[in-house]
C-alpha cells in the first residue's frame, strides 16, 4: 500500500499555519505588548473590537484563559453562574471556575449544549435569600462544542440576553466556534457585541492560527481583565507574530469555514447510510458526532481506522466524533467517504 497521509479529525485544533499565514507571521511588526508596544496585537484587538462593534478588546494566550478571565471580571467569590452541564468552562478548564473565582455553577439540560430563556429564572436564586449562593453570570456557547457544534438562532440568544436582564446577571459568550456559527447562520456580528457583556473568540481552531484567543467588551471591562490576565500569568511580549497569524486567520480564512462544513454534513449523511452506525447527531457546523450500533466492536472500529491512517475522537460509551478543518482536503474527504463505506462489522 503506498504512504497515505494522516487524515486527523480528532480536533479542528490540529492544523499548522497556511503559506499566507507563515508570510503574515515573518513579516509581523512587533513590540513588547506588556507596554501595549506591539503593533500587531495592537491592530488584532483593534480590528476584532470593530468586528463585533464592541469597545475594546483584548488578546489572551489560550480560550480558557480569556473564559476565566471573564468569569473572574463579572462575579465574586461565593457566587454561581448559570452554563449548560456540557460547558467548556464547566467540563474542560480544569475547574478554574472554582479555582480562580471561587464561583459554583448551576448546571442546566438542554438539546446539544444549548440553554433555553424560560430555563433561566428558575435557575436564579432569590437575591434576598442569603442562604445560597447568588446568581449573578449566565454563560452559553455558540457552537457548542459537547454539543456537537449546534448553533443558536439569535432571537434565542436575545431571548436569554432578556433575562439576564431582568434578573441582573452578567451575560458572557464562550464564542470559541463563534466564526462558524456566523458563517453557518449569516448572522451579524455586530448584533452579538450589543447583546453580551464579554465574549471569546478563539482564533486557533477553524481560522488555523497557532495560538490565541481574544475578548471583547466594553473599554471598563476589557481594562480590568489586563490585570486578571496578568494575575493568570498571560502577559506577553513580542507575541505580535501570534496575533498576525490570527489577524490573517480572520481576514482570509473565515469565509472558507462553508467548506467545512459541506464536508461535514456529507460525512454525517453517509454515516446515517450505515448499517454499523446507530445515530448522528444533526450536523449544523464543522462537528460531526456519531453513535456506533452497541453490537460493534468499538477497538476493531478504532484499530480500523488506525489502520487506515485516519484519527477521530472516541467519547465513550459508542459516541464518535469528527471535527473538519483547513488541513481536511478534498481528497482527504473522498478518501474518507469511501473508507467509511468499506468497514465492516461484527
Ligand atoms: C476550545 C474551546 C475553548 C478554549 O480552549 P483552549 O484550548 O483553552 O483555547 C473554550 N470553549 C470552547 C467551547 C471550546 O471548544
Known amino acids: 500500500m503506498k504512504d497515505l497521509d494522516l487524515i486527523d479529525l480528532r480536533s479542528d485544533t490540529v492544523t499548522k499555519p497556511s503559506e499566507g499565514m507563515m508570510k503574515a507571521m515573518f513579516s509581523a511588526s512587533v513590540g513588547d505588548d506588556v507596554y501595549h508596544e506591539d503593533p500587531s496585537v495592537n491592530a488584532l484587538q483593534d480590528f476584532v473590537a470593530d468586528f463585533f462593534g464592541a469597545e475594546k478588546a483584548l488578546y489572551f494566550p489560550t480560550g480558557s484563559m480569556a473564559n476565566q478571565a471573564a468569569i473572574k471580571l463579572h462575579t465574586q467569590p461565593g457566587e454561581q453562574l448559570i452554563a449548560h452541564q456540557w460547558s467548556h468552562v464547566y467540563n474542560y478548564e480544569g475547574g478554574g471556575v472554582s479555582f480562580n473565582s471561587g464561583v459554583s455553577c448551576k448546571l442546566l439540560e438542554g438539546a446539544q449544549g444549548m440553554l433555553r430563556a424560560e430555563q433561566i429564572g428558575p435557575a436564579v436564586n432569590p437575591p434576598d435569600f442569603y442562604h445560597s449562593p447568588l446568581t449573578t453570570l449566565v454563560c452559553v456557547e455558540n457552537t457548542t462544542n459537547k454539543g456537537g457544534g449546534a448553533c443558536y438562532e439569535f432571537d434565542q440568544l436575545e431571548a436569554i440576553g432578556d433575562e439576564c436582564k431582568k434578573y441582573g446577571l452578567k451575560y458572557h459568550l464562550d464564542g470559541a466556534r463563534l466564526w462558524n456559527a456566523l458563517v453557518a447562520k449569516g448572522q451579524n456580528p455586530k448584533q452579538y457585541g450589543a447583546l453580551f457583556d464579554t465574549i471569546s ?20 471591562t476589557i481594562s480590568r481583565a489586563m490585570r486578571v490576565r496578568k494575575v493568570l500569568g498571560g502577559g506577553m511580549r513580542q507575541v505580535g507574530y501570534m496575533a498576525a497569524a490570527g489577524l490573517y486567520g480572520i481576514q482570509h480564512q473565515l469565509d472558507r469555514l462553508s467548506e467545512d462544513h459541506a464536508r461535514a454534513l456529507e460525512l ?33 472500529f478504532l ?4 489502520n487506515n491512517k485516519v484519527r477521530i475522537s472516541a467519547m465513550g460509551q459508542g459516541k464518535w466524533r469528527m471535527v473538519t478543518h483547513l488541513d481536511y482536503t478534498q ?13 465492516v462489522y461484527p
Open 201 to 220: 473568540v478563539c482564533l486557533s481552531k477553524g481560522l488555523g492560527a497557532p495560538m490565541g484567543t481574544v475578548l471583547v467588551g466594553k473599554s471598563e
Open 331 to 343: 481528497a482527504q474527504h473522498e478518501r474518507m467517504l469511501k473508507l467509511l463505506n468499506e468497514f
Open 303 to 306: 484499530n480500523f481506522l488506525e
Open 268 to 300: 454525517a449523511e453517509s454515516l446515517k447510510a450505515l448499517d454499523y452506525v446507530q445515530n448522528v447527531e444533526p450536523t449544523q457546523t464543522n462537528i460531526v458526532i456519531f453513535y456506533l450500533k452497541p453490537e460493534v466492536d468499538q477497538n476493531k
